[in-house]
């Protein structure tokens, strides 16, 4: 059987169709432009995304912050320590566990925080703007599928956003 045959039978095809290298590309230059935004406030895209994720969360461990930030335990705890000198977050002991650290945001890390959201809200803006209010809520949509579909929601919730 060949695979023009196969690929017809199955409904799928032989071959990738460059979605995931589109996805690639996007990301890759999605990630450098954030940087430029970001990097004038003094923010990595990084810290961005863990800052963003501690707002909008209970206090988390290190542990959890790095799964959810797609980062080693390790580079976490470096980046939480550099945030922590900064005085962007704070660390507390977990009154249920007193091995494990809970971190949360400080006012100083929402001040600059609110200051990031501004900046990546204008270029997330400039991205979709040729995108009708229709178009925009489909592709959101969309993504969100892809994410289901490789397994990256948990619970009606995306833990990477």
Same mark, same amino acid.
């Given at each position: 059987?060949?695979?023009?045959m196969? *690929?017809?039978?199955?409904? !799928?095809?032989?071959?990738?169709?460059?979605?995931?290298?589109?996805? +690639?590309?996007l990301?890759h230059?999605?990630?450098r432009r954030?940087?430029?935004v970001?990097?004038?406030? +003094?923010?990595?895209?990084?810290?961005? !995304?863990?800052l *963003?994720?501690?707002?909008? =969360?209970n206090?988390? %461990?290190?542990?959890?912050?790095?799964?959810?930030?797609?980062?080693?335990?390790? *580079?976490?705890?470096?980046?939480?320590?550099?945030?922590?000198?900064? +005085?962007?977050?704070?660390?507390?002991?977990?009154?249920?566990?007193?091995?494990v650290?809970?971190?949360?945001?400080?006012?100083?890390?929402?001040q600059?925080?609110?200051?990031?959201?501004?900046?990546?809200?204008?270029?997330? %803006?400039?991205?979709i703007?040729?995108?009708?209010?229709?178009?925009?809520?489909?592709?959101?949509?969309?993504l969100? =599928?892809?994410?289901?579909?490789?397994?990256s929601?948990?619970?009606g !919730?995306?833990? %990477?956003?």
């Open positions: 059987m060949s695979d023009t196969h *690929s017809e039978q199955t409904n !799928t095809p032989s071959r990738p169709t460059g979605i995931s290298y589109l996805i +690639g590309r990301d230059a999605l990630s954030m940087l430029e970001l990097a004038p406030i +003094g923010l990595t895209v990084s810290q961005y !995304t863990a *963003s994720f501690l707002e909008s =969360q206090p988390i %461990s290190n542990a959890q912050l790095a799964e959810r930030t797609l980062i080693s335990p390790q *580079s976490a705890n470096e980046m939480i320590k550099q945030m922590a000198e900064k +005085g962007w977050v704070e660390r507390a002991p977990d009154p249920s566990h007193g091995r650290l809970r971190l949360s945001v400080t006012n100083t890390g929402k600059l925080l609110q200051q990031a959201h501004a900046d990546v809200a204008l270029l997330e %803006s400039n991205m703007a040729d995108f009708t209010q229709a178009q925009r809520k489909t592709f959101h949509g969309n969100r =599928q892809l994410l289901h579909s490789l397994g929601v948990k619970n !919730t995306n833990q %990477s956003e």
